[in-house]
T-cell receptor
Framework: SAVISQKPSRDICQRGTSLTIQCQVD?????MFWYRQQPGQSLTLIAT?????????ESGFVIDKFPISRPNLTFSTLTVSNMSPEDSSIYLC???????????????FGDGTRLSIL | GDSVTQMEGPVTLSEEAFLTINCTYT??????LFWYVQYPGEGLQLLLK?????DKGSNKGFEATYRKETTSFHLEKGSVQVSDSAVYFC????????????FGKGTTLSVSS
């Protein structure tokens, strides 16, 4: 299965600043997903990022706040813009294996970026 | 739309006790079902999966059976260990190509020696 590396693993940021999170995969994958996990909560999908097309955002998330890049099949970035304390969360990158079965394939996750906003 | 309902936690057990974490789902068609585990300070790891009715997924002593008639995928383990303390997430993948996993709210398991 794919191995996913996320950077940074954690950060403490000032209100009003922006942070870009990087996600590197050790194999080519078609579909990459970005999730947010607020303290003590489940995972909420922010957007789906496919190479060569604009990211698709879920309800409640907008491109101006969470711009995403997907320049190739092994890399993506998520930027959290103009941060406020409410953005303090774990941000997780996830990919789905390429292979027969499509949506039957599991998703794999990076270790996440733990973000605290002061 | 599709959804997953998981039993609320936290679940607190003594070592070697039997574990059940309930998970039910709502979906059109025939989704694939997954259990993930999140240890403190880490990301999510796939624990087991089942892709069709009556399939049983198993890993590390954990088991779950895909029950279409009850739309359930309960996680069980016969004898838990302290090292099993973690948050467990039930998830489904719909048949729609290109869609992400839908997660339950997670159940925190705490095992004491």
């Amino acid at each position: 299965s794919a191995v996913i590396s996320q950077k940074p693993s954690r950060d403490i940021c000032q209100r009003g600043t922006s942070l870009t999170i990087q996600c590197q995969v050790d194999s080519q994958v078609t579909m990459m997903f970005w999730y947010r996990q607020q303290p003590g909560q489940s995972l909420t999908l922010i957007a789906t990022a496919n190479q060569g097309s604009e990211a698709t955002y879920e309800s409640g998330f907008v491109i101006d706040k969470f711009p995403i890049s997907r320049p190739n099949l092994t890399f993506s970035t998520l930027t959290v813009s103009n941060m406020s304390p409410e953005d303090s969360s774990i941000y997780l990158c996830s990919v789905r294996d390429r292979g027969v079965g499509g949506s039957n394939q599991p998703q794999h996750f990076g270790d996440g970026t733990r973000l605290s906003i002061l | 739309g599709d959804s997953v309902t998981q039993m609320e936690g936290p679940v607190t057990l003594s070592e070697e006790a039997f574990l059940t974490i309930n998970c039910t789902y709502t979906a059109t068609g025939y989704p694939s079902l997954f259990w993930y585990v999140q240890y403190p300070g880490e990301g999510l790891q796939l624990l087991l999966k089942a892709t069709k009715a009556d399939d049983k997924g198993s890993n590390k002593g954990f088991e779950a059976t895909y029950r279409k008639e009850t739309t359930s995928f309960h996680l069980e383990k016969g004898s838990v260990q302290v090292s099993d303390s973690a948050v467990y997430f039930c998830a489904l993948s719909s048949n729609q190509a290109g869609t992400a996993l839908i997660f339950g709210k997670g159940t925190t398991l705490s095992v004491s020696s």
